[in-house]
């Protein structure tokens, strides 16, 4: 079945630095999302990519999907506090998703 | 509107025993998930359903069974629990057709001894 990898699995920062996780998945995917997951919350919905090589932008979060669509990233400029948590991916299949281990990313003030 | 609600927030239980997560959504979603989270593992889907009426395994549906009797409750059963069913529980939901953009609960923390 569909497998959907995130690198690192962990990464600290200092307030200011910046920051990306990976996600790279076994199959093409026809889109790709990411979610966030604040300490001691549920995952909320940040995003969908669906074109190749689509670049989309929240604020300091770029979001990029693959030319070949099996891999996207998500990048973070100049971190903040509130920007701890855990980031997933997810690849569609079916009616469902496949998340990936996710990235927890502590930020030092 | 509540969005997605789980009850209970927290539970104990003895291997062995048996309980039922509710898991209710006011916003009249067609599809509904049960994840468990572990750490390091991400979200692993148990069960989910595309209509009332309707279930289907996902990942991981070893000791657990499932309903939906009526569109806006999707209820996750344990019959015998395990200390490997120490786990938090997330419920989700969705427009049909869009998997993509899920709405989750505020989880349910259980552990088994």
């Known amino acids: 079945g569909q497998q959907v990898m995130q690198i690192p699995q962990y990464q600290h920062v200092q307030e200011g630095e910046d920051f990306t996780t990976y996600c790279n998945s076994s199959?093409?995917?026809?889109?790709i999302q990411w979610y966030k997951q604040r300490p001691g919350g549920h995952p909320v919905f940040l995003i969908q990519l669906v074109k190749s090589g689509e670049v989309k932008k929240q604020k300091r979060l770029t979001f990029q999907f693959g030319e070949a669509k099996k891999n996207s990233s998500l990048h973070i400029t100049a971190t903040q506090t509130t920007d701890v948590g855990t980031y997933f991916c997810a690849g569609p299949s079916g009616s469902r998703l496949t998340f990936g281990e996710g990235t927890q990313l502590t930020v030092n003030p | 509107n509540a969005g997605v609600t789980q009850t209970p927030k927290f539970r104990v239980l003895k291997t062995g025993q048996s309980m039922t997560l509710l898991c209710a959504q006011d916003?009249?979603?067609?599809?509904m998930y049960w994840y468990r989270q572990d750490p390091g593992m991400g979200l692993r889907l148990i069960h989910y359903?595309?209509?009332?009426?309707?279930?289907a395994k996902g990942e991981v549906p070893d000791g657990y069974n499932v309903s939906r009797l009526k569109k806006q409750n999707f209820l996750l059963g344990l019959e015998s629990a395990a200390p490997s069913q120490t786990s938090v529980y997330f419920c989700?939901?969705?427009?049909?057709?869009?998997?993509?953009?899920?709405?989750f609960g505020p989880g349910t923390r259980l552990t088994v001894t």
């Open positions: 916003m009249n979603h067609e599809y």
């Open positions: 359903s595309v209509g009332e009426g309707t279930t």
């Open positions: 989700a939901s969705s427009y049909v057709g869009r998997p993509d953009k899920q709405y």
């Open positions: 199959t093409t995917l026809s889109n």
